[in-house]
């Protein structure tokens, strides 16, 4: 028996096999949990379609977090194939380019708009419309995905640590909300691993190298690492815990000088 068996769970953000979607969507597959993807845009459909078909009954629905129609369509194609919604993973993030290049004080009102909207508004959007879904299920458990340049100054990371902190903040007001309905509100903070998104930051390589020599455990975190502390979170081991931030960053958040 695994510990997922008879669960369904949404995994939104896979866009190829270095995700760290996909390596959540691995770890909650592998305890069990029938899944649903989504891919943004026919680019990655192959893709994610690809990777999907790996995992025994599981679906695919089209998603850009920017329209309220797709969101809207996802979560009736859900219903429709699933029934009902254990778990919602979000692993979604997007800043303009030019916005992570040049310095925060830069950033002008539409990259700001965009980083916001695509990669801290979504998760309530999509967490609404789930809400029915798990409510059906007596209770569920939403994850989002976060870094530690939420919190402190990371050079590079600019537009997207100030949206990392509206997601962090938008994990605790939708914890209070949704305590009384039994669904969790989650985050994890990874340290970095190499990934499409990850490649967009400035000096990424010298991200990893400086990570890896400060963090206690003297190594970057594995993605393995990442969707197992996923699955510990969105499983019934975590009940009592909402509304948290759990670092998997191989201890990098709690060095000082
Ligand atoms: P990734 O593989 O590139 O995943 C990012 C995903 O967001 C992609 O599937 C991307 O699709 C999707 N996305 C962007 N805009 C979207 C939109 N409008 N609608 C729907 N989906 C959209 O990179 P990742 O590193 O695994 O990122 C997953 C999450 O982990 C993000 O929240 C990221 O900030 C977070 N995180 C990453 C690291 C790291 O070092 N990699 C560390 C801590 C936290 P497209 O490719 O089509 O844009």
């Known amino acids: 028996m695994g510990l997922l068996d008879g669960k369904t769970g949404l995994v939104c953000g896979v866009a190829n096999k270095r995700s760290i979607a996909w390596a959540i969507a691995q770890a909650l597959s592998a305890a069990g949990m029938r899944l649903a993807f989504t ?8 893709n994610v379609e690809e990777l999907a078909g790996t995992r ?17 369509a996802l979560f009736s194609g859900v219903e429709r194939d699933l029934g009902r919604l254990d778990a ?8 303009r380019p030019e916005d992570l290049k040049n310095d925060f004080v830069a ?16 998760l309530v959007g999509l967490t609404r419309a789930a809400m029915p879904l798990m409510e059906k299920s007596g209770g569920g458990a939403v994850l989002a995905l976060t870094y530690y340049g939420a919190e402190k100054v990371t050079a590079g990371y600019n537009v997207m640590g100030v949206a990392k902190a ?16 039994n669904i969790r509100v989650n985050a994890l903070s990874a340290g970095p691993v190499n990934t499409l998104a990850a490649r967009g930051v400035r000096g990424f390589t010298g991200m990893l190298t400086h990570h890896a020599e400060k963090a206690p455990l003297r190594r970057n975190v594995e993605p393995r ?13 975590a009940s009592g815990i ?8 191989c201890g990098f958040h709690i060095m000082g000088v």
């Open 56 to 72: 025994p009954g599981s679906v695919l629905y089209p998603l850009d977090v920017t329209s309220d129609d797709e969101i809207g």
């Open 225 to 237: 690492e990442i969707g197992d502390a996923a699955l510990f979170l969105l499983s019934p081991m």
């Open 107 to 122: 950033t002008e009102r539409e990259g700001f708009r965009v980083a916001h909207d695509i990669s801290a508004y979504s």
């Open 88 to 95: 919602l993973v979000h692993s979604i993030a997007f800043a």
């Open 166 to 181: 509206s997601l962090e903040a938008s994990v605790r007001y939708l914890a209070a909300n949704l305590g009384p309905k």
């Open 242 to 249: 909402t509304g948290e931030v759990l670092y998997v960053d």
């Open 39 to 46: 891919y943004q845009g026919e680019r990655l459909k192959e």
